[in-house]
């Protein structure tokens, strides 16, 4: 089967550094997404890896590891707007996403 | 920037109804998709469309259908409408690309089944 997991909450302190851990098991690898998503608003994309290794985006950076299933995303200098559910998706084939049930993460002040 | 846009924020409906959604974007993108949202579940696939009047299943397609007659839009249809089928709805899309495109979403439907 395909499965996918992720810690459902987090929580950590405004300008503080926190990992969000994503390991998955499916069928095929074709790349992995992660995406943040606001109470009640849209996912929106905040990065893609398909090789191995870290991708840094500014405050942002997702590390993947094929060989292990695993990935995360990094995020520095947290800011209070940073507090929303972080998903992790794979794409084990072609156009289908599976995605995890995604992490809650808060920011305290 | 792509925009997705989705015909309501909020629905609420009674058991049997029969139930439109509507997804239109504007980027002229060839996929286009359907998932449902539920706490603890996470986001599943519904259905999904290649290319004009083309549609596939996905993980969860009982009880619903599509419609994709132009390019731009895409239809999820709940045939007769049930409580369990309450839920928020999210609309995606993306370029066809070699399969890994990213996906684009709309801001949700939450729909409410009395």
């Known amino acids: 089967g395909q499965n996918i997991d992720q810690p459902t909450e987090m929580t950590a302190t405004e300008g503080a550094i926190v990992q969000i851990n994503c390991t998955y098991q499916?069928?095929?690898?074709?790349?992995l997404f992660w995406y943040q998503q606001h109470a009640g608003e849209a996912p929106t994309f905040l990065s893609y890896?398909?090789?191995?290794g870290l991708e840094e985006k500014g405050r942002f950076s997702s590390f993947l590891s094929r060989s292990k299933g695993y990935s995360y995303l990094l995020l520095k200098e947290l800011q209070m707007k940073d507090s929303a559910s972080y998903l992790c998706a794979v794409i084990p084939g072609t156009y289908k996403y599976i995605f995890g049930t995604g992490t809650r993460l808060k920011v305290l002040a | 920037d792509v925009k997705v846009t989705q015909s309501s924020r909020y629905l609420v409906k009674r058991t049997g109804e029969k139930v439109f959604l509507e997804c239109v974007q504007d980027m002229d993108h060839e996929n286009m998709f359907w998932y449902r949202q539920d706490p603890g579940l996470g986001l599943r696939l519904i259905y999904f469309s290649y290319d004009v009047k083309m549609k596939e299943k996905g993980d969860i397609p009982e009880g619903y259908s599509v419609s994709r007659e132009k390019k731009e839009r895409f239809s999820l249809i709940l045939e007769s409408a049930s409580t369990n089928q309450t839920s928020m709805y999210l609309c995606?899309?993306?370029?066809?690309?070699?399969?890994?495109?990213?996906?684009?979403f709309g801001p949700g439907t939450r729909l409410l089944v009395l």
């Open positions: 890896n398909v090789l191995d």
């Open positions: 499916t069928s095929g690898f074709n790349g």
């Open positions: 995606a899309s993306s370029f066809a690309g070699f399969g890994q495109e990213t996906q684009y």
